[in-house]
T-cell receptor, first 113, second 120 residues
């Protein structure tokens, strides 16, 4: 069965600095999608970034970028120039064309001024 | 952009009654929707996968008779918590898969706003 693992329950970063959140996954599929979602206290799920497994190039969205290592089944999120508004729970998620969307346990990110 | 609407956002019901939560895709056809439950300070726990026109696929440990899921149209899936009890109080959230751009770059998941259920 597919699994998603986030080994960092909590992380903290100074404002304007860079932080990396880790995610590993396990799958036997070759075609799948990986996501990072942000969940603020409102509980709304906000898509941060998405990576298609067939693409070798790492996805980037402004201050957010990923390091996608398909062979190692690793999908880390880098947040550059951290802002106070980045503080939230971050969830890594996986889905394939024939499967369900599953989440990691989450990482709580704190941003200090 | 595509939007998924979930209603109600908050509901309080008496123990023993049933409550229905709706998940609606507003501008795309969602053949697949997912229902999650989230306990405080925990991740989203997948309850079931809802496929339009067929029975939902429930995750292990989720009571099918208690959490009834219906996906009668391409834009609407409902979760009914039957004979609710205080332990069913939780945050429930749905998501819908947009296949409209094909299996490649257009494959996107959208989330509803979530529903807080309190059973008293």
């Amino acid at each position: 069965a597919q699994t998603v693992t986030q080994s960092q329950p909590e992380m903290s970063v100074q404002e304007a600095e860079t932080v990396t959140l880790s995610c590993t996954y396990d799958t036997s599929e070759s075609d799948y999608y990986l996501f990072w979602y942000k969940q603020p206290p409102s509980r709304q799920m906000i898509l941060v970034i998405r990576q298609e497994a067939y693409k070798q190039q790492n996805a980037t969205e402004n201050r957010f970028s990923v390091n996608f290592q398909k062979a190692a089944k690793s999908f880390s999120l880098k947040i550059s120039d951290s802002q106070l508004g980045d503080a939230a729970m971050y969830f890594c998620a996986y889905i394939s064309n024939t499967d369900k969307l599953i989440f990691g346990t989450g990482t709580r990110l704190q941003v200090f001024p | 952009g595509a939007v998924v609407s979930q209603h109600p956002s908050r509901v309080i019901c008496k123990s023993g009654t049933s409550v229905k939560i709706e998940c609606r895709s507003l501008d795309f056809q969602a053949t697949t929707m997912f229902w999650y439950r989230q306990f405080p300070k925990q991740s989203l726990m997948l309850m079931a996968t809802s496929n339009e026109g067929s029975k939902a696929t429930y995750e292990q440990g989720v009571e099918k008779d208690k959490f009834l899921i219906n996906h009668a149209s391409l834009t609407l899936s409902t979760l009914t918590v039957t004979s609710a009890h205080p332990e069913d109080s939780s945050f429930y959230i749905c998501s819908a898969r947009d296949w409209s751009s094909g299996q490649g770059a257009g494959n996107t998941i959208y989330f509803g706003e979530g529903s807080w259920l309190t059973v008293v």
